[in-house]
């Protein structure tokens, strides 16, 4: 019999052998194996060092190493394995029909420099009233910004029905039906004309060439999530087209690019974009106010 300590040691040893690709929430083999070990029992993911140090039953053990293997044979990233993933801390149902949420953007609207009082861009969160979020997937970011901004209701707007049904179940699960709409179509479409103070966006961007080298893991994501045309910045132009007309005075928008920000700068010179700080870098979200967008269209 084995403690879980030492069970997720052992685990991590045959993901590292067996040389995987993270990314979806985890950074390496310790810690992904810890993910899917504490997920797979039910138990939290700051859990005590005398949880650590209990002896496993069989059963717990059987069920790690099931999803260990499980890990290793298929080349799904864990969320999916275990049908759940966090962002800023909060869980959401995932599966297969939508991305892994890891977007920057949940970072950055937990981000006191980005939003809160003294903030740089959003110091007052309560004047946040209309938030659109484009792409919004698994509804992840939708229902961060209903954290972030009290007052504020969200409309999510998504090209497949089978993102926004499991949009619509992490919408319900958190009791936000009331101030999350879920919007099918392409883009802007759906949304007649109406306006925001702030845009959210997470759309595809990956490169058809990138996508041609994406490891296992990556290619059990919809395919439609990550595609962004051949310099991988389709949506992302069309979106910058769109957004003044979409935003209220003085609005704002973020937006995550991915690498294209050398596309997007030659693309439209005169667009001032600031780009925000995350932990990965700082070229990879920018910050536009609708004034700025209206000025360079
Ligand atoms: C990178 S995922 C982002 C999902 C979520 N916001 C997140 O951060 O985890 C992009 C999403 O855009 C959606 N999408 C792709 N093309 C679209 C379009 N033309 N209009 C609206 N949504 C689109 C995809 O279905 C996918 O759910």
Same mark, same amino acid.
């Given at each position: 019999m084995r403690t879980l300590r030492d069970a997720i040691g052992q685990a991590a040893k045959r993901l590292h052998k067996a040389k995987l690709v993270y990314g979806h929430g985890t950074t390496d083999a310790l810690d992904e194996a810890a993910f899917l070990a504490l997920e797979g029992l039910g /138990?939290?993911?700051?859990?005590t060092d005398r949880k650590l140090d209990k002896l496993l039953t069989a059963k717990q053990q059987a069920r790690i190493d099931k999803l260990i293997s499980a890990r290793i044979t298929t080349r799904k990233p864990a969320a999916y394995l275990v049908g759940r993933a966090y962002i800023q801390g909060i869980p959401f149902r995932i599966d297969e029909r939508v991305i892994v949420p890891r977007s920057f953007i949940g970072e950055l609207l937990f981000s006191d420099h980005v939003v809160g009082?003294?903030?740089?861009?959003?110091?007052?969160?309560?004047?946040?009233r209309r938030v659109l979020d484009l792409c919004t997937g698994s509804g992840c970011l939708a229902i961060l910004a209903t954290l972030k901004f009290p007052d504020a209701k969200v409309d999510a707007v998504d090209l497949s029905d089978d993102a926004l049904d499991l949009a619509k179940l992490n919408v319900t699960d958190k009791k936000l039906g009331r101030r999350v709409k879920l919007h099918q179509g392409? /883009?802007?479409?759906?949304?007649?004309g109406k306006k925001y103070d702030l845009i959210i966006t997470n759309p595809p961007y990956v490169t058809a060439s990138s996508m041609r080298r994406l490891p296992p893991e990556y290619r059990h994501e919809p395919r439609l999530a990550l595609l962004g045309g051949a310099d991988g910045m389709d949506l992302v132009k069309r979106i910058l087209k769109g957004a003044s007309n979409h935003l209220t005075p003085g609005g704002a928008m973020i937006c995550e690019i991915g690498a294209g920000r050398k596309t997007l700068e030659r693309a439209f010179p005169t667009l001032p974009f600031f780009w925000l700080e995350t932990a990965h870098g700082s070229d990879e979200v920018f910050w536009l106010t609708r004034e700025q967008l209206s000025r360079s269209s």
């Amino acid at each position: 019999m084995r403690t879980l300590r030492d069970a997720i040691g052992q685990a991590a040893k045959r993901l590292h052998k067996a040389k995987l690709v993270y990314g979806h929430g985890t950074t390496d083999a310790l810690d992904e194996a810890a993910f899917l070990a504490l997920e797979g029992l039910g /138990l939290p993911l700051d859990v005590t060092d005398r949880k650590l140090d209990k002896l496993l039953t069989a059963k717990q053990q059987a069920r790690i190493d099931k999803l260990i293997s499980a890990r290793i044979t298929t080349r799904k990233p864990a969320a999916y394995l275990v049908g759940r993933a966090y962002i800023q801390g909060i869980p959401f149902r995932i599966d297969e029909r939508v991305i892994v949420p890891r977007s920057f953007i949940g970072e950055l609207l937990f981000s006191d420099h980005v939003v809160g009082p003294g903030a740089a861009f959003i110091s007052e969160p309560k004047t946040i009233r209309r938030v659109l979020d484009l792409c919004t997937g698994s509804g992840c970011l939708a229902i961060l910004a209903t954290l972030k901004f009290p007052d504020a209701k969200v409309d999510a707007v998504d090209l497949s029905d089978d993102a926004l049904d499991l949009a619509k179940l992490n919408v319900t699960d958190k009791k936000l039906g009331r101030r999350v709409k879920l919007h099918q179509g392409d /883009l802007f479409a759906p949304l007649k004309g109406k306006k925001y103070d702030l845009i959210i966006t997470n759309p595809p961007y990956v490169t058809a060439s990138s996508m041609r080298r994406l490891p296992p893991e990556y290619r059990h994501e919809p395919r439609l999530a990550l595609l962004g045309g051949a310099d991988g910045m389709d949506l992302v132009k069309r979106i910058l087209k769109g957004a003044s007309n979409h935003l209220t005075p003085g609005g704002a928008m973020i937006c995550e690019i991915g690498a294209g920000r050398k596309t997007l700068e030659r693309a439209f010179p005169t667009l001032p974009f600031f780009w925000l700080e995350t932990a990965h870098g700082s070229d990879e979200v920018f910050w536009l106010t609708r004034e700025q967008l209206s000025r360079s269209s």
